[in-house]
Nanobody, 115 residues
């Protein structure tokens, strides 16, 4: 079992920045990939970014060049640095972890980009 706790969401003006964090606990030694997904009202959940190692990352086209995913293995924490935020980035952001034993989700954190 892996437990995930997200933090860092909030309200920000267009062009602003936020950093999301996801702290993992439990069977963290079994973690393979970690990622961030988001779900806007009335839309399906979509992949934002995924990281397997520092040299293996994947980003949605809509966030390339603006968002950066990273992980601190010593702290079992996943981060998402979001810069140049746009209103269309407004969504609930979910942390996702893939392990040998299954896939786990965080509770979600709201990000609202509005003037």
């Amino acid at each position: 079992q892996v437990q995930l706790v997200e933090s860092g969401g909030g309200l920000v003006h267009p062009g602003g920045s936020l950093r999301l964090s996801c702290a993992a606990s439990g069977s963290t030694f079994r973690i393979n990939a970690m990622g961030w997904y988001r779900q806007a009202p009335g839309k399906q959940r979509e992949l934002v970014a995924r990281i397997i190692s520092s040299t293996s990352t994947t980003y949605a086209d809509s966030v390339k060049g603006r968002f950066t995913i990273s992980r601190d293995n010593a702290k079992n924490t996943l981060y998402l640095q979001m810069n140049s935020l746009k209103p269309e980035d407004t969504a609930v952001y979910y942390c996702n972890v893939v392990t040998l034993g299954g896939t786990y989700w965080g509770q979600g954190t709201q990000v609202t980009v509005s003037s």
